[in-house]
């Protein structure tokens, strides 16, 4: 069978520890870098990938919002997959998004992506289409079925519009469905009373909760998640190290003032003008203009239709990298 | 070149006439007939194809959003597509929704669109991510260039989460990017002043203004729209044409009173408890319960993970179409 | 009491007719000028009123969302009502605006606009607070329980941020509470579904369906509403009166036209740059300053915060009057 | 006049101390007892307002959401305010809140309070219209200008619609405009930008930063937010209480625990059914169930239009008090 050929080969890759549960630390959603014609520069992702897990990431997060899934078509995914476990290189598991907006076609990406060598799969509640939260529940359901590879959910309200209830997320918790949450709602009022409730329960030492926030880390730390997934963690992962170091040491005030700091480089997200560009194509656009500045990667593009950056928004990502002592 | 082959054995079957510009008269946005298991039912398709075009539909909208296009993976949606133009065959142009986020992935699918033989292409802005105007424009520019058929945008704020701004429709039916604009967003004040300036500017001649409502298809041809893609068409085709007849004569009071039985016939769409469900699986779930209970389909299935209506609600679908006269 | 004073007085212009039931026609949501120092210039709100009376207006409509109300105070809104029941002088129904979030503060409007001799209350949902649908019924079952003028529902989400359900106008229109509805909502599907149950029940010959847009009226009068309330009214009353006219008397397709010239007369709405003001400051701003120009009203002054067009945007303005052949 | 003599004897009332600037510590935004026939309980609010002083509160807000301020006519706004004025007894300042859409009708509220005794006012942005960010600052310099008392700006996009830009927020901060800011937002991550931004301006010292959070305070405390304005401070003051203090005495594991207990605590919110009432009844029908329990107040009765919590529901509410050892 095809498919085993190519699993076994890529397997050659994947670690053959067994996936952390939970699991904690800093799990940076990596960009995709591009070549100015488009295409996946897999050099420049491995580098990406081998400079967090050199400051100390626990886990990479590859096709997520900040690699701009949503943007690569199978073949560019794939190739940012393959790049990724050959940078892992079993060091640190590597998570791979599979968005889309069904289980059937969730599916199809999560086999490419476990053939791939990934370490687990990130999948969103179904968008596109109106859901109930039975019908959300059994998309998870299924995708877990069809794919024997560690689940996480991925509530980005902003991305599909609704918000993971807490019931679906406990019972999926509960049930083995699911390994664990990232939680990019930024709503923290709801996270804390997840938290509690998985706890209730006993579930937080086998389910992972992961904030995709950048700016409130050290609550989110104080609040009890296990790690966090920080778009922001491509272009200062040490930073998100050492905050997530203080923060398990008790010393929280020092690692508030690292979240401050990481606080004030968020900035990178806003250089592009919002009467120009979409707020995606300005954050996006911001790291990946930090990460050629600071010579990780060879081209700053984003994917189209993305619009680019202009000269002055670049001068601003610069100034913004030196305040903060990268540059 | 391979797709020059396979697309001259698709063009056996797509018509050798060119489009009609602009595109007129009623479109219905085909239901997927699916089998028990989760496949696509080609014969239900043809059968639901063959069903309507005899009604006088001139042109199958495969692929849309009454297709179930977000649950289909790449394999089901290429048999919907080839079942499509078979049936078509030649007699109607077949225009196939390419539903993804981004111009990269749409592509893919036009490619596929193409090569099966459809003979127009329909895209949604995109989604999943933020965009601006500006990268909407370019979104549907690339898709254009990518793949030469005439290309419809799809204006589906409900699934898309963003209304095409009047100022790009306009700009890309002024440079021939489109062809025509399907408007599902229900926001007929925009779509009259649309029309308004599209008239204007010398532009409803060869850009065709199809309206996406079941429910207001009368003001919207008094309103100067060309035609109407009701997925309530895929039940009473014959109400549609006749709807559409009608207003062509000026028969306006009749006309509507064709609209008022359809609006209550409309009411389909509540039989699933809103409760126990999401409004997507109400509405498919009742049209295909329909298409079963009228003989056209073998199976009322509708993808996963939505939920299936009860014996209850397919009760009152039976009690509505018997209303309406339909059974 | 003075109160007791104010109100015989006031009797004196209420019109001792009774309000027609269904109300029908044109009934413009008249502006509320204003003076440089931000009072209500009452002169030239009889003046206003005078104009759309003479149009062939069917009744005035104060205190609307075109009215400014969210931005009067008390003693304002109680002088508008003055003026406005000075000017009818029985010759038409004053409809009296009572905008506020919850039964106990409309009751106080709604007490004052008794007071004042206004004909009939027109009342949105709750707002600032959520609400339940039972609760929205049991709101306009208090209004009308506690003053005795006959009560109009006011669907205008875009302001209070829910959709009034169906089945809420459903029951209040059957059991007596509402005498009518001024959808402001947009969503002609939903009114139309609205239309046929209300027909269907027998409805439609006491309970007003009124229409608050002001670019679909040709088509919601083919789907069977009683009128139309439109902002645009204040400026070309006598545009709408043709258009209902032609309407009623099977001219289709002139109504139509006449509806097309009247949407292209509401690009005034958009001479405010989204950049510099809120669509709000734009769209009045609009209105007020083509009544300046028209010579029906002093000054062209928008309530505080709003932004006030600059010369440019006025200029606009005259341009637009001056193609509709108004100027 | 009346008025002068009103106000004369509230000033009795009221700190002649100067207002803190910045404020600080715990302040929970009062729930308003009614009788069972919907008239204003000023015993039970003296009760109430005398058991959150002596838990150590360092402010009364009243007349905010939790007060159920949208429900409450004028005389009942009065009402509510001498009742907290006198309670408080120059001990701790009361903080007013003056919700209404614009400033005009703000202005009208903030000129009553400051009468009654307030010593300070609190104002959302404007409401019901549609504004943009310069009408938002020129909504707060306009009620700042009219009543000579410190101004708090009170972001709650959930009642409003919109989320005030932390730009406004610089700007009126810098200016004097403001005192303080209430955040209800939920987005603690622009909080944090917020917060930030504020300290590189210096204005940390004297502009206060209240979250409005009852479930992330220690991450807001963390984060520099300088108190709390939690509507379960209702029923657990004295949680609150002990949070502060072990917050400021950096003892953030213990706060963080007594956060979980409260965050499990906040379950009473929804104990009223979501299918039969508004998340607004559930919740304030939930705090006024349990002070009811506690014996605080005669009557839980909450204000028209709200579905009242049925016995099933005070159930539940009884046995989370006795779970979190309040009964």
């Not at 991305?159 to 993971?164: G, N, S, Y």
Request: charge should be negative; aromatic fraction near 4%; proline fraction near 6%.
């Amino acid at each position: 069978m095809q498919h085993a050929a190519t699993s076994s080969s890529a397997a050659q890759h994947s670690s053959s520890a067994p996936f952390p549960a939970p699991l904690t630390g800093v799990v940076p959603p990596l960009c995709t870098p591009l070549t100015a014609d488009g295409e996946v520069d897999a050099a420049g992702l491995r580098a990406l990938a081998g400079r967090v897990t050199d400051a100390g990431a626990s886990g990479l997060f590859v096709l997520g919002s900040s690699g701009e899934a949503a943007f690569l078509d199978d073949a560019r995914r794939a190739t940012v997959l393959r790049a990724a476990v050959e940078a892992a290189d079993g060091r640190v598991p590597v998570l791979a998004g599979v968005i889309d907006m069904t289980p059937a076609r969730v599916i199809a990406h999560a086999e490419r992506a476990a053939e791939a060598g990934a370490s687990a799969l990130v999948a969103t509640a179904p968008f596109y289409t109106r859901t109930h939260p039975v019908e959300i529940a059994e998309h998870f359901r299924r995708i877990r079925a069809a794919v024997p590879l560690p689940l996480f959910a991925y509530d980005i309200p902003v991305a599909v519009h609704t918000k993971l209830p807490a019931s679906v997320v406990l019972e999926l918790a509960e049930d083995g469905t699911l390994a664990g949450l990232k939680d990019s709602s930024g709503d923290d009022g709801a996270l804390r009373r997840l938290l509690v409730a998985l706890r209730g329960r006993g579930l937080l030492e086998r389910f992972a909760v992961l904030t995709g926030s950048e700016l409130a880390v050290d609550g989110a730390l104080l609040a009890g998640v296990h790690g966090v997934v920080p778009g922001l963690g491509n272009v200062d992962p040490e930073g998100y190290v050492r905050l997530y170091a203080l923060a398990r040491e008790g010393r929280w005030t020092e690692a508030a003032a690292e979240q401050d700091r990481l606080a004030a480089l968020f900035a990178l997200t806003d250089v592009g003008p919002e009467a120009l560009m979409g707020r995606n194509s300005s954050a996006i656009g911001a790291f990946k203009a930090a990460l050629h500045l600071l010579g990780v990667i060879g081209c700053a593009a984003t994917a189209p239709p993305q619009v680019p950056l202009d000269s002055e928004a670049v001068k601003a990502v610069r100034h913004l990298l030196e305040e903060a002592g990268l540059l």
